[in-house]
């Protein structure tokens, strides 16, 4: 399969691992939008959020579970962060193998879009 995430999990493309367990690795996003940008990934190759199933439930866990640990290693837990998973075209996902974004390290705006909700 041509996954830049799963060649990432085999260790074919090199990545900065900052934290792996046996559900998950995490590295740093090679275009950091914080002072901490991580994405937290699966070794499982699921494509996006809405190919994932009742299987997968704990694996989804362990992303969030993770991002909460590399937050509180790099001492940004109490001042707090945002997770991040972009689904398809709307959601701005561009690698189709899901990922968990963790920002840290500086405070964020919210909403994260600029134009009003169109709603019809
Ligand atoms: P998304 O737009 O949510 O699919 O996020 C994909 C992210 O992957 C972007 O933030 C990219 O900067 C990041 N990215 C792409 N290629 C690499 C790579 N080789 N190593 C680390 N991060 C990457
Ligand atoms: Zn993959």
Known sequence: MDCLFCKIVSGEIPANRIYEDDDVIAFNDINPQAPTHALIIPRKHIATLNSADES??????????AAAKIAKEQGFDQAGYRT?????????QTVYHIHLHLLGGKAMGWPPYQNKLKTA
Do not use: F
């Open 56 to 65: 997968d439930k704990s694996v989804l866990g362990a992303l969030s579970l």
């Open 84 to 92: 991040v998973m972009n689904c398809n075209e709307h959601g701005g």
